[in-house]
T-cell receptor, first 114, second 122 residues
Framework: AQSVTQLDSHVSVSEGTPVLLRCNYS??????LFWYVQHPNKGLQLLLK??????LVKGINGFEAEFKKSETSFHLTKPSAHMSDAAEYFCVVSDLGGAQKLVFGQGTRLTINP | GAVVSQHPSRVICKSGTSVKIECRSL??????MFWYRQFPKQSLMLMATSNEGSKATYEQGVEKDKFLINHASLTLSTLTVTSAHPEDSSFYIC??????????????????FGPGTRLTVL
């Protein structure tokens, strides 16, 4: 069975400073991993995905994540936070077989301080 | 491309009534659609997987008779909450996948999410 743990329920950073949202996964197989963002009253948007190609994945809006198998981690980073980055972020794992269902982490709420 | 819509975006109903939520893929055909539930300040929990033309597969703990899912066409899936009660109040989100899984690098693996429907049962 797959699972993900987002280590922080809430992260607060100042505008212009780096962002780090932490995620650890558990999977019996080589997983597909995703980061989604959810803005208030809006649908989920895919930021980036890892599917066993390059371990450093670049996504939209300047975000990137690095797959580290030895640490079973897939942390999301951004060099410089923008006010518009304030949202809820979900780390997601998917199995490679069957229906390829998505399993969501608990979410991390990112707050950006001016 | 790959836009998914949900209707209604918000619904308030009385306890005991049934509510239907529609999920549509607007610019692609979705052989598989998923229904999720999200409680306030919590994560998304998969309720069921529906494949066009066949019965939905429900996750453990989800009542089939309470949450009726129909996926009658390649662009439409519906979730009906029957005899709704206040504890059914939640944010319901659907997603759609373009085609059958074709390997981890295939774009067909990606799920595209609708904006969600907020259900309030009084």
């Amino acid at each position: 069975a797959q699972s993900v743990t987002q280590l922080d329920s809430h992260v607060s950073v100042s505008e212009g400073t780096p962002v780090l949202l932490r995620c650890n996964y558990s999977s019996s197989y080589s997983p597909s991993l995703f980061w989604y963002v959810q803005h208030p009253n809006k649908g989920l948007q895919l930021l980036l995905k890892y599917t066993s190609a390059a371990t450093l994945v670049k996504g939209i809006n300047g975000f990137e994540a690095e797959f580290k198998k030895s640490e079973t981690s897939f942390h999301l980073t951004k060099p410089s936070a923008h006010m518009s980055d304030a949202a809820e972020y979900f780390c997601v794992v998917s199995d490679l077989g069957g229906a390829q269902k998505l399993v969501f982490g608990q979410g991390t709420r990112l707050t950006i301080n001016p | 491309g790959a836009v998914v819509s949900q209707h209604p975006s918000r619904v308030i109903c009385k306890s005991g009534t049934s509510v239907k939520i529609e999920c549509r893929s607007l610019d692609f055909q979705a052989t598989t659609m998923f229904w999720y539930r999200q409680f306030p300040k919590q994560s998304l929990m998969l309720m069921a997987t529906s494949n066009e033309g066949s019965k939905a597969t429900y996750e453990q703990g989800v009542e089939k008779d309470k949450f009726l899912i129909n996926h009658a066409s390649l662009t439409l899936s519906t979730l009906t909450v029957t005899s709704a009660h206040p504890e059914d109040s939640s944010f319901y989100i659907c997603s759609a996948r373009k085609g059958a899984p074709a390997g981890p690098l295939s774009s067909y693996n990606e799920q595209f999410f609708g904006p969600g429907t907020r259900l309030t049962v009084l």
